[in-house]
């Protein structure tokens, strides 16, 4: 059938200007409205939801990772690597009860030697009392549906909420949606990557026996990943867990076919093993509806079936429920816009540093059969969150690096947040000089962010 258009005319009230509009309130995006407006610019933080957080408390465990991989290299000094406003968040969370901070691991300190955990309201909590602390507007239940362009500069967007469609002007646009949907809708360049990567929906149970589960994978050598530590419990200290269920038959066929994994978890409270990462679904694109419709389907009934195989199976799990699932399909990798430069996993594992680098990390989801090597850690340059062809627009999250493996570390919570911060603070910096992205000086941001504790040494 031939494909119909209608053509639509509209008048759209111009009802907030600022300096720097932050599209997307997920895990780089609140970081880097904190750092806009903390630096000076009038910043709105724009989220579709009702909260702010995205994939990180929607989808994402542990968060990965603040440290270098020190534990896989005997001598090799540790090293907080990802400092600023990420951690300021986690110190936080730990004074609300709401993370107990920086954990080493007991058991799979070759993939990754320090995790954080976080309880997500309390996140909810932490983040939306920094956003208002430092005067950040933020419109919840609002789509950003157009870009406003004046030639190749971005100057605002069309959002969309229950007050209907209006107009946002700025000085600059910060795209944090993680699908970069700003950045396609003004024109930059970006290629589609989704075929290489999966998606997923971890869950929560509750009712769950701990001890008495970790007793039975100790017992059948299942357990991969590990961390006991105090939860409040007399009897419960299992937070960290991931096993392998495919060592049992009746697992390995399910799961094989339709085609989960691990799988990897936590549990922050006695009895509530509160993230199980299993569900999985290769090959989606999460920027088409009906594909992203179908997933979500899929997922919730992978979840389902397998919490009542756990139930019926797996000793600890007898009297447990669902009692999480996230607002929806967890997405890894769709659209990846073409910046000024793009992260290659040669420069990741071999840990370069860049003159013009504006963040470090240290941590690579495929490890430790893809480490960066000695426990060392990379730069990501200023050039890497600028998109090529649209003026006025900088990116940050899992929207960059475009080579699988070299986003299997660049798309990580910690990596996404310290971007958000380095691109939250240039917007603030060329707001403030009348400048373009492109034409920031680059050593003066570098400047900025050191005096504000982020470790580029
Ligand atoms: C299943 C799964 C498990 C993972 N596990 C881990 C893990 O254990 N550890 C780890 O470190 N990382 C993990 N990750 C990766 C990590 O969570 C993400 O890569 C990272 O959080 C992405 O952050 P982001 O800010 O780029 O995007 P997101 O956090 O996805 O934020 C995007 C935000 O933009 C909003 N948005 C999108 N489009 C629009 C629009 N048009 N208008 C308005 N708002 C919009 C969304 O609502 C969302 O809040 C996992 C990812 C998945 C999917």
Redesign the pocket.
């Known amino acids: 059938m031939e494909k119909r258009y209608i053509k639509e005319e509209k008048q759209t009230p111009v009802n907030y200007l600022c300096d720097t509009i932050v599209?997307?309130?997920?895990?780089?995006?609140?970081v880097a409205a904190i750092a806009a407006a903390r630096n000076g610019a009038k910043t709105i933080l724009?989220?579709?939801?009702g909260?702010?957080?995205?994939?990180?408390i929607?989808?994402?465990?542990?968060?990965?990772?603040f440290f270098n991989l020190y534990k896989a290299f005997p001598g090799v000094e540790k090293v907080q690597v990802v400092r600023g406003i990420p951690d300021e968040i986690i110190e936080r969370m730990k004074q609300k009860g709401g993370s107990p901070g920086h954990l080493e691991q007991e058991k799979g300190g070759s993939y990754d030697s320090v995790?954080t955990l976080i309880d997500w309201e309390i996140f909810k909590e932490v983040a939306f009392e920094m956003l208002e602390e430092c005067g950040v507007t933020v419109l919840l239940h609002?789509?950003?549906?157009d870009v406003i362009k004046d030639e190749d500069r971005i100057t605002g967007v069309i959002?969309e909420g229950k007050s209907g469609r209006e107009a946002i002007l700025a000085e600059n646009v910060i795209d944090?949606?993680?699908?970069g949907?700003?950045a396609a809708m003004a024109g930059a360049p970006f290629v589609k990557r989704h075929d290489t990567t999966?998606?997923?929906?971890?869950f929560g149970m509750m009712n769950v026996d701990m001890p008495k589960l970790l007793h039975f994978l100790e017992e059948n050598d299942m357990v991969n990943q590990l961390i006991r530590a105090d939860k409040g419990s007399e009897t419960d200290d299992v937070i960290r867990l991931g096993f392998e269920l495919k060592k049992i038959p009746i697992f390995k066929e399910y799961m094989e076919k339709s085609g989960m994994w691990g799988p990897?978890g936590f549990s922050l409270y006695e009895g509530n093993y509160g993230?199980i990462?299993a569900?999985?679904l290769r090959a989606v694109d999460a920027t088409n509806t009906e594909e992203l419709s179908n997933a979500e389907i899929k997922l919730r009934r992978q979840i389902m079936t397998l919490s009542r195989m756990l139930r019926e199976h797996v000793p600890g799990f007898e009297k447990a429920y669902v009692s999480w699932t996230?607002?929806g399909?967890?997405?890894?990798?769709t659209r990846v816009i073409e910046c000024e430069h793009d992260m290659s996993l040669d420069e990741i594992v071999n840990g370069k540093r860049f003159p013009d680098e504006v963040m470090l990390y240290g941590?690579h989801?495929c490890a430790p059969r893809i480490m960066i090597k000695d426990g060392k850690y990379y730069g990501i340059p200023y050039r890497a969150l600028l998109p090529k062809k649209v003026e006025g627009l900088l990116v940050?999250?899992?929207?960059i690096t475009s080579e699988w493996d070299a986003h299997m570390s660049t798309?990580?919570?910690?990596?996404?947040?310290a971007?958000?911060q380095a691109v939250g603070t240039a917007a603030a910096l060329c707001a403030k000089q009348g400048c373009l992205p492109r034409q920031l000086d680059v050593d003066k941001l570098r400047e900025v962010l050191k005096e504000q504790n982020v470790f580029l040494d």
């Open positions: 599209a997307g309130g997920g895990t780089a995006g609140i724009i989220d579709r939801y909260f702010v957080g995205g994939t990180m929607n989808g994402a465990g542990p968060l990965h990772s995790i609002t789509m950003v549906a959002i944090t949606t993680g699908d949907d700003i999966s998606v997923g929906m971890p990897l993230y990462n569900a999985n996230p607002v399909v967890g997405v890894r990798l941590f989801d940050a999250g899992r929207m798309r990580n919570t910690v990596s996404c947040m971007q958000g």
